[in-house]
């Protein structure tokens, strides 16, 4: 069993920058693939980035690429998302999710889907004002 919290959300003006961080506890999270999610007011959850339990391989939502990084520190069982330049429609709760390892062999795109996932947060509230 895994737990997972976010931290580091919060108000930011257009052009500013947040940093957020997943704390993971209980099975050996260092094992795991990390992504993380955003869901915005009346709209569906959407992937943002993944890392593999590595560190070595990272994925970004195409429109996302180059403001977003997402990175991971295994010895203290935390992933981060820093966020660049923030722009009003980056405004949502965000996410860290968790897969556990596979014995199979697991694409990049398939790291964008929600259902791959197998444990989640609880979200933080990131708010762009403009």
């Known amino acids: 069993q895994v737990q997972l919290v976010e931290s580091g959300g919060g108000l930011v003006q257009a052009g500013g920058s947040l940093r957020l961080s997943c704390a993971a506890s209980g099975d050996t999270f260092s094992r795991y693939a990390v992504g993380w999610f955003r869901q915005a007011p009346g709209k569906e959850r959407e992937f943002v980035a993944c890392i593999s339990w590595s560190g070595a391989s990272t994925y970004y939502a195409d429109s996302l690429k180059g403001r977003f990084t997402i990175s991971r520190d295994n010895a203290k069982n935390t992933m981060f998302l820093q966020m660049n330049s923030l722009k009003p429609e980056d405004t949502a709760v965000y996410y860290c999710?968790?897969?556990?390892?596979?014995?199979?062999?697991?694409?990049?795109?398939?790291?964008?889907?929600?259902?791959?996932?197998?444990?989640w947060g609880q979200g933080t509230q990131v708010t762009v004002s403009s």
């Open positions: 999710a968790g897969k556990a390892p596979a014995t199979y062999y697991i694409p990049n795109s398939a790291y964008t889907r929600e259902g791959l996932y197998d444990y």
